[in-house]
């Protein structure tokens, strides 16, 4: 069963609009909510992150939507960049000593229409 | 900042051959991580170590052994290279286990079985 699900392996969009990747969850007792960013080449970095007590996390163009109750979240980039070309992963954790280790996504490779 | 240094790049071994990865960071991290990257599959993790000379299974151990010689470095062996085991693998590292939800990755080791 898969913990973190992506519900899209690929995403195209035109520049200059706004993506939406989608991203659910199975367990509840996940409480943080890390998108990490992979470029062709490089190791995934951390993008943006959000906890459960939260509904909504904005950092420049990338913002996190976040619904406990429905278990999921999504990732909106907005005013699409061909520098945002890259594998987007979805992962979550669960608080707790000891218990901090994340689980990832599928990840969704997200692309521009040049 | 610190970084994580994987090496090789590439390593390019015959079937059945004893092949192995080596990974530094200079973060000054207690936690190291090893993943593997398959295309469409996300990122699966095969061995962490909370702090120097310990070591402990992730979910993909089979078939791999690993050893943290020292607090700044964490290598991985694949004890018999199979054809269906080409892909990438990721070291990371944390601040501490309490921390592993915040992961920093080295660039990646990709591995091709001849």
């Known amino acids: 069963q898969q913990q973190v699900r992506q519900s899209s392996q690929s995403l195209t969009v035109w520049e200059g609009e706004t993506a939406i990747l989608n991203c659910s969850y199975e367990?509840?007792?996940?409480?943080?909510f890390p998108w990490y960013q992979q470029f062709p080449g490089e190791g995934p970095a951390l993008l943006i992150a959000?906890?459960?007590?939260?509904d909504k996390k904005e950092d420049g163009r990338f913002t996190i939507f976040f619904n406990k109750r429905e278990k999921n979240l999504s990732l909106h980039i907005k005013d699409s960049q061909p520098g945002d070309s890259a594998t987007y992963f979805c992962?979550?954790?669960?608080?707790?000593?000891?218990?901090?280790?994340?689980?990832f996504g599928k990840g969704t490779k997200f692309s521009l229409i040049p | 900042g610190g970084i994580i240094t994987q090496t090789p790049k590439f390593l390019i071994g015959q079937e059945g051959q004893k092949l192995t990865l080596k990974c530094q960071q200079n973060?000054?991290?207690?936690?190291m991580y090893w993943y593997r990257q398959d295309s469409g599959k996300g990122l699966r993790l095969i061995y962490y170590?909370?702090?120097?000379?310990?070591?402990q299974k992730g979910d993909l151990s089979e078939g791999y052994d690993a050893s943290r010689e020292k607090k700044s470095s964490f290598s991985l062996t694949v004890t018999s290279a199979q054809k269906n085991e080409m892909a990438v693998f990721l070291c990371?590292?944390?601040?501490?286990?309490?921390?592993?939800?915040?992961?920093?990755f080295g660039e990646g080791s990709r591995l091709i079985v001849v």
């Open positions: 367990n509840s007792a996940f409480d943080y």
């Open positions: 990371a590292s944390s601040r501490d286990i309490n921390s592993g939800n915040t992961l920093y």
């Open positions: 973060f000054n991290h207690d936690t």
């Open positions: 992962a979550a954790s669960r608080g707790g000593t000891g218990s901090n280790r994340l689980t």
């Open positions: 959000i906890r459960s007590v939260s």
């Open positions: 170590s909370i702090t120097e000379n310990d070591l």
